[in-house]
């Protein structure tokens, strides 16, 4: 078996990895501009559209002015789509930079702010953001870059949705032996409404890890406080370079650590719920994905079997029995990796990933109890190649999501990446209520509800009495108990209807 430490340094260099791996194949890349898209359904069926196409200059040595490689999209509270295009210089063999922009849901793209050096070559504001955005309570886009900053270990920075107000909010390996972490990866914004991530690297320098460290889980409370949850210590009891968290229903975080997976509580306790089987190999297969956890309570994602390169899917119970292996859907091209999965309003779990029988990548719908491919398409090149990055489902429905390399540019330009959209006739997602808070309160008094798929919510209402409230993000909404309310349950209306708390909010 693989040890620990290989494990890990299998992680920590997949980031870096990926960046060498554009920089290498932009020089080569030539966009195949071919009319329309093909999908491997009927002829019938809709195709993946080009909504914006990133343009570089054709020189081997340039700049890209909106960046390139473009990575996970988020749907924020004003309706739009916010990411982070990895990198802006090209043709070079250590390719540095990277954007943030807006999207509109119909392809109007505006730059938001670039990641560039100083007179010194440093890139004290960060470099490379490898990872998605979220939108936190405070109405901010929050994000990390993977190197870069005072120490070049990463950043975490805010930024408003109008492009301004950017801050450097900490610098990884800022703390004494690097306690704090280095190599930063995604976000997510917790039930609490703070902000929850891991790093690859840096926490415990004297566990069994390679890099400085086996990295750590981490809270930022808005606007400056960072805290190490914990720092791996790379034995076998917790592994190394932990992957990107989720929060389940039960409020502890779960999430991949080398061929395992792990639960994480708020009160420190670490624990691995189960491990890949090892199969017909030598060699434990490793995570290819981050978790999702679908309305059906389990825990889904993708492994890899690196011998064979081969992909396959895989669902759990968060106590962590029950593992289940989907059949293999194919063979990985060399390097590239399976996006996390998302569940979409038909209750399909979709995700995009580049196979060596579809070198232009393939976006895919599988089913959540089977694991059989309901649904593919094939991206052609002119809208998309190489596609890296989960996908989002819109407030409308249509799927949204990036491709790393591809698309169709005219001006003498060459495409260097896209955001896609993909209208399958998929009825907008109902929004889901979990939690709110107060539980009680009269006339004016400020709740706030936890739930999902809040974007474009037309209106709450309390016990059948219509609430002002404000979209912080597609998780919360801030509401107010109006003067005419009574006890009862809380309401949201959104494109798909209306959702009715299962419990009453109390009107003393």
Known sequence: MASESESLAARVVAIPRQLARIASYRASLACAVVIGACTLGSASEPVIQQLFSFPCPPQQFANCPEGYAPNVLIQASDGNFYGAAQLTTEG????????????????QFTLLFTFSADKNGNYLNGDNPATSLVEANDGFLYGTTFDGGATNNGVLFRIGKDGKNFQVLHNFCSSANCADGNAPGRLIVGHDG??????????????????????????????????????????????????????GRDGNFYGTVGSAIFRFTLGGQFTIITRFPIGNGFVPPNADSGLLQATNGKLYGALTR??????????????????????????????????????????????????????????????????????????????????????VQGADGKLYGTA???????????????VWVLDFGLPAPSATLAAFMPASGTAGTKVLIRGSHFIGTKEVTLNGVSAPFTVLNT??????????????????????????????????
């Open 92 to 107: 070079t063999s250590n390719p540095q930079g990277g954007t943030l922009f807006k999207i509109t849901p119909s392809g």
């Open 194 to 247: 703070k902000i929850y991530g891991t790093t690859a690297a840096g926490g415990n320098t004297t566990g069994n890890c390679q890099f400085g460290g086996c990295g750590t889980i981490f809270r930022f409370a808005p606007p400056i406080t960072l805290t190490t949850l914990i720092a791996l210590d790379g034995t076998s009891a917790q592994g190394g370079s932990p992957g990107g968290l989720i929060q």
């Open 306 to 391: 690196y011998a064979i390169n081969q992909v396959q899917f895989y669902d759990v119970s968060p106590s962590g029995t029950g593992f289940n292996e989907f059949p293999s859907i194919g063979t990985l091209s060399v390097d590239f990796s399976v996006s996390t999965l998302i569940q979409a309003s038909d209750g399909n779990l979709w995700t995009d990933f580049t196979e060596k029988s579809a070198p232009n990548g393939t976006l895919i719908a599988l089913s959540s109890t089977t694991g059989a491919v309901v649904h593919q398409f094939q991206f052609d090149g002119s809208n998309g190649q190489t596609p890296e990055a989960s996908m």
């Open 404 to 418: 790393a390399f591809g698309g169709s540019v005219g001006g003498g330009q060459q495409a260097s990446g896209t």
């Open 475 to 508: 998780s919360f909404i801030s509401a107010t108990v109006p003067q005419a309310a009574t006890t009862g349950p809380i309401a949201v209306t959104n494109e798909a209807g209306t959702t009715v708390s299962t419990g009453n909010f109390i009107v003393p």
